[in-house]
């Protein structure tokens, strides 16, 4: 079965700090992975995502997400936020069918 | 590039009265179409997903339905609205040459009172 964790409901940093958040996913076959931002009263907006290749991949806003297929990990990472990145984040997985597994969200939120 | 429209953005119902979002699509054709619904504080739950006109894809059984009338129109309906269904539905696409990545549009928030 395909699963999803993030391990962090909240994470509160101040601004300019770097951040990372944390995404687990559980599945026995190969896997596409997505991070999504969410801001308040909005629709999901992709971030970034792997297919594969590369395990480092570059996304917007500056953020960036390494896939780590020995420890089932799809963190997702930025040098230094800014108030503006204050939202939920959501990690996803989709083995190749219809059916994309969410992670229950990350809510960031930034400090001045 | 494609742009996903939801209507209406927020919508407040009694328990028991009938309910119709509407989720169309701009700038694509044949895409797959998803319903979520998102409760307060939680991740998001697929309802149905569709492949095509008249194709829908239940995944969890509810007092909700979906309809695809045309190619670009994706419908979530129920003759009797619960508590239970208050939520933050969102309609996603998938594009025919970009498998698995799903895009949203801004939503519908649903009190049902």
């Known amino acids: 079965a395909q699963s999803v964790t993030q391990l962090d409901s909240q994470v509160p940093v101040f601004e300019e700090a770097p951040v990372e958040l944390r995404c687990n996913y559980s599945s026995s076959v190969s896997v596409y992975l997505f991070w999504y931002v969410q801001y308040p009263n909005q629709g999901l907006q992709l971030l970034l995502k792997y297919l594969s290749g590369s395990t480092l991949v570059k996304g917007i806003n500056g953020f960036e997400a390494e896939f780590n297929k020995s420890q089932t990990s799809f963190h997702l990472r930025k040098p230094s936020v800014h108030i503006s990145d204050t939202a939920e984040y959501f990690c996803a997985g989709n083995t190749g069918g219809f059916k994309t597994i969410f992670g229950a969200g990350t809510r960031l939120f930034v400090k001045a | 590039s494609q742009t996903i429209h939801q209507w209406p953005a927020t919508l407040v119902q009694p328990v028991g009265s009938p309910l119709s979002l509407e989720c169309t699509v701009e700038g694509t054709s044949n895409p797959n179409l998803y319903w979520y619904r998102q409760a307060a504080g939680r991740g998001l739950q697929l309802l149905f997903y569709?492949?095509?006109?008249?194709?829908i894809s239940s995944e969890v059984p509810q007092n909700l339905s979906a309809s695809r009338p045309q190619d670009r129109q994706f419908i979530l309906s129920s003759k009797k609205l619960l508590l239970s269904d208050s939520g933050f539905y969102l309609c996603?696409?998938?594009?025919?040459?970009?498998?698995?990545?799903?895009?949203f549009g801004p939503g519908t928030r649903l009190t049902v009172l």
């Open positions: 569709s492949v095509g006109i008249g194709q």
């Open positions: 996603a696409l998938e594009l025919a040459g970009e498998p698995d990545t799903q895009y």
